[in-house]
């Protein structure tokens, strides 16, 4: 598959089906919707209702295996282990930050593509309680071509299926509840609590809305209260501003938090670093987020990541200010995180608050964000650096 340069353009959409179909592995169950596993199993001569059973046993117990199922009869389970797999994700590498807030999984999939996922632990501060955030993945690489994301650097392969995305949240699933089960053993947890992954956030590699009909399907399976029922309030889409996309989502009513990657006030600068500002203008991708606001009546959250010299002057922040006036918002200020190719340094804390004071101006509400992983490239704009250097992917 030829990767395509990074252009202005929106990237082409690849499906991973031919892939899958060619693998000789079973297919994954989790390519089935909830109305296509239901009739997938009558068609086998089984009831309705062991459709939710399975549904459950996969989303809600994060089973790893079929023959985990206890409600079902033990030839019902050979019957689908025959057919079927869980899960199209190998694990290929797992690392964990010196301070063990956060892990970084690497995942071949059924072609031989490569995606990364990451865990993220946050303890309680007083006005949230203890949580774990999955960040995963929407494509095997990115054609946006941002020239300070890792991601970005490495060039766009395919999209994932909805199983393969929802895969990597059963995944730190299983994880976060073997931590549960643990902190239970040691008293930290009350016995039979188990709290798992709580939020997610597609800010992994790729760019979700590129992948839109997947990535929203993916969504509602998140979602359903049968199943992982991660709350809408508690999954955030990234997007770089692919606008029609954006004003799609705004009529799927989706309770959803919504990120825009903005990293610039004007067109000179975002252009610099963002060629898909050459598509899509500041100003329409703004009109676009207030129509969004309008619609769904939710708070649109801004990231910028700072880059020294680059797009962190008061005069900057004060243009941004400008600019957001009068949207409902809020901006995340990330100072870049380093990467091999990236030829950005990090803005120092002293600029980044004097950057927050001057949005602050203009009344718009900001947090200098503390990144988790960097030591395992595991920050926004990371992901798949260290795995380029260990396997030469």
Known sequence: MTTPSSTSSEPTAVDASEALNASTALPSILELSRDRLTATLIELGEKKFRADQVWRSIYYEAVASFDDMSTLSKPFRKSLSEQYSISSLEQVMFVTSADKSTSKALYKLRDGELIETVLMRYESDGHRRNRKTACISTQAGCALGCTFCATGQQGFRRNLTVGEIVAQVIEMQRIAYAEDEVQMEQGKRTKGELQGVTNVVFMGMGEPLANYRNVVTAIRVLNDNQGLNIGARHITLSTVG????????????????????????????????????????????????????????RRIFFEYVLLKEQNDSMEQAQKLGRLLNGLHCHVNLIPVNPTKLGPFDRTDMGAAKDFQGGLKQYGIPSTVRMEKGIDINAGCGQLRERAIDILGA
């Open 242 to 297: 692919l606008i029609p996309q954006i004003l799609q989502l705004a009529e799927e009513e989706l309770q959803i938090n919504l990120a825009i990657s903005l990293h610039a006030p004007d067109n000179a600068t975002r252009s610099q670093t963002m060629p898909i500002n050459q598509r899509y203008p500041v100003e329409d991708l703004i009109r676009a987020c207030h129509k969004y606001a309008d619609a769904t009546g």
